[in-house]
């Protein structure tokens, strides 16, 4: 049978702080392929964040290897590229700029594409309409609310095509009919564009959206398996039919070449806010 290449695979990560005091993840291995919609659930303290981070590359293990397309990445100019064409990141404190508009935080993301100022408007405006901010263009984030600040970080996250989406906690601050407008965005984007989505959360219900579930405790992956329902089941099919069949992204993804991007700040928090 012919194995399918995961996205991302983190093999053996451990992290600890503090000399070694605190052990926040212990060996723990994961792969996500293209496609995949995970929900990593894991009660505060578990590890979650930490996982998360290092998958971004905005953290480094303590040991183990993280692996992009079965090669390892080695180093933080690496990480910044995959960050800049593969990997978008949503954190539970959107991670706006504070003194950017809306569309400028998004175009920001376009930036050392070689799309012209023009075109990289045009671009993040779009962006912005897809999720649902169109008469929101021009607000600075303290004149957005927190639904709609998480809207651009998401407009943001998905500028230049990513195949894998992580978010830590996305919904973390908003209320509950927020929460759930921001999970039907994230999965909409995951299905339509074929997108890995990884979300972290510890809300079981937002959970139970994801096929696949992976729960943490103390550090270790302590279940990681698909939860199927019954009009999942076709579906569950046919991902794992292309699996076998296949290492290639969505045809969606595959095409969504030719935007770049030098830094996408996703893992740089703003002082100002
Ligand atoms: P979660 O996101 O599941 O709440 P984290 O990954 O943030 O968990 O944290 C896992 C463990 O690592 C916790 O015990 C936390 O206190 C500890 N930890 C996280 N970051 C640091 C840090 N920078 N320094 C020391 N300990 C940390
Ligand atoms: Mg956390």
Not at 85 to 90: D, M, S, V
Not at 231 to 239: A, F, G, Q
Request: hydrophobic share 40%; proline share 4%; net charge neutral.
């Amino acid at each position: 049978m012919t194995r399918s290449v995961p996205l991302i695979y983190v093999e053996n990560i451990t992290r600890s702080y503090e000399n070694g005091a605190v052990v926040a993840l212990r060996k723990v291995s994961l792969k996500i392929y293209a496609g995949d919609c995970v929900a990593i659930l894991g009660k505060s303290g578990s590890g979650k964040s930490s996982l998360i981070q290092i998958m971004g590359g905005c953290d480094s293990p303590t040991s183990g290897t993280v692996f992009w397309r079965e090669e390892p990445v080695r180093n933080q100019q690496e990480w910044r590229e995959l960050r800049a064409t593969e990997i978008g990141i949503i954190f539970q404190e959107f991670l706006l700029l504070s003194v950017l508009t809306a569309i400028e935080n998004v175009e920001m993301a376009l930036m050392g594409r070689g799309l012209s100022a023009k075109e990289r408007n045009l671009r993040a405006a779009e962006l912005l309409g897809m999720v649902g901010l169109g008469k929101r263009l021009h607000h600075l984030p303290s004149a957005l609310s927190g639904g709609e600040r998480q809207r651009v970080a998401i407009a943001r996250s998905i500028a230049n095509n990513p195949a894998l989406i992580l978010a830590d906690e996305p919904t973390g601050n908003l209320d509950s009919a927020n929460a759930a407008a921001i999970i039907d965005l994230l999965l909409e984007i995951q299905k339509t564009h074929g997108t890995a989505l990884v979300i972290v959360t510890h809300d079981e219900s937002l959970a139970a959206r994801c096929r696949r579930r992976v729960r943490i405790r103390d550090g270790l992956i302590v279940e990681d398996g698909l939860v199927l329902k019954e009009r999942d089941l076709v579906e569950n099919i046919v991902v794992a039919d292309d699996r076998a069949s296949s290492s290639a992204p969505p045809a969606v993804v595959s095409a969504a070449v030719g935007l770049r991007v030098s830094d996408p700040q996703q893992c740089v928090s703003d002082p100002q806010q």
